[in-house]
């Protein structure tokens, strides 16, 4: 099981063994073109493919990005309808050369209103995958910060009800941690935010605890493969001290 960096002192070397992205600003590099928002998530869809490609190359085991929040709902239907479009084409066009460059893709979030269609597509994607030993790439679709915490503690609950374990108890760190929806990952090194905003918007809100936060102007669909290198290069500037001093980390 992974163990927080809250309990334990994860290992550091200079390349992020995990990295999350919110990928934002594609409406805005749209409508700064004179061009409807939508076209900006179709260029953003080349964003990701550099991205995966640079984090297969140089062998970062781990990258998870934020496609569609729980808040994102409130936005134009017509854009909310060309993202599940979007979603729905990636599944069925990209998936097979993931599988074919040893790339497992997971799907995290509340999928239950994206409909049976959709689901299908999640699932048949996830186990055509799930044997691959290269990248994990793990999309967090209808996702929020707030709804994995909560959901975990029900499973808490749950699993405690079953096991006749009294509710009142001390829960631990420990005794939640399986049941986030990210278990299988350790908690990313290096979180990266396009397009200028500086939050983490409900983004990993448990697993950013430690995490180094990199924040740019450039929108999304700008964001080269030059820029991702120029993150993790800050990355490896970083001094992660988890709690310690730097004469300890020194000593």
């Known amino acids: 099981m992974i163990v927080s960096s809250t309990q ?15 990928m934002d600003g594609n409406g805005r590099w749209a409508t700064s073109r ?15 493919r550099r991205a995966v490609e640079l ?52 799907v995290v979030g509340d999928l239950e209103p994206f409909g049976d269609n959709l689901g299908k597509l999640i699932q048949e994607a996830e186990h055509l995958t799930h044997q691959n030993t290269g990248l994990t790439l793990t999309i967090c679709a209808n996702y929020g910060g707030r709804w994995d915490i909560l959901q975990a503690m029900q499973q808490v609950i749950k699993t405690r009800l079953a096991k006749q374990v009294a509710l009142d108890d001390v829960i ?30 409900n983004f990993l809100i448990w697993q950013l605890a430690y995490t180094e936060l990199y924040f740019t ?4 669909p700008d964001f080269s493969t030059a820029d991702f290198e120029a ?4 990355y490896a500037q970083r001094e992660r001290r988890f709690g310690r001093t730097s004469a300890q980390l020194d000593s």
């Open 172 to 201: 631990s760190e420990n005794e939640i941690t399986p049941f986030l929806s990210m278990s299988y990952a350790p908690e990313p090194d290096l979180f990266i935010r396009t397009g200028g905003e500086i939050r983490i918007s």
């Open 34 to 48: 004179k061009l409807p928002r939508t076209a900006g998530h179709i260029r953003g869809v080349q964003a990701v």
């Open 8 to 22: 334990n002192v994860p290992e550091v070397s200079a390349k992020p063994r995990h990295v999350a992205i919110i």
């Open 55 to 106: 984090c297969a190359r140089e062998n970062i085991p781990y990258l998870t990005l934020f496609a569609f929040s729980s808040e994102n709902w409130r936005r134009p239907e017509e854009e909310v309808s060309l993202l599940m479009k979007l979603f729905v084409k990636a599944l069925q066009k990209e998936v097979v050369k993931l599988n074919k460059h040893n790339i497992r893709l997971k």
């Open 217 to 220: 102007d450039t929108y999304w």
């Open 231 to 234: 993150a993790i290069t800050w």
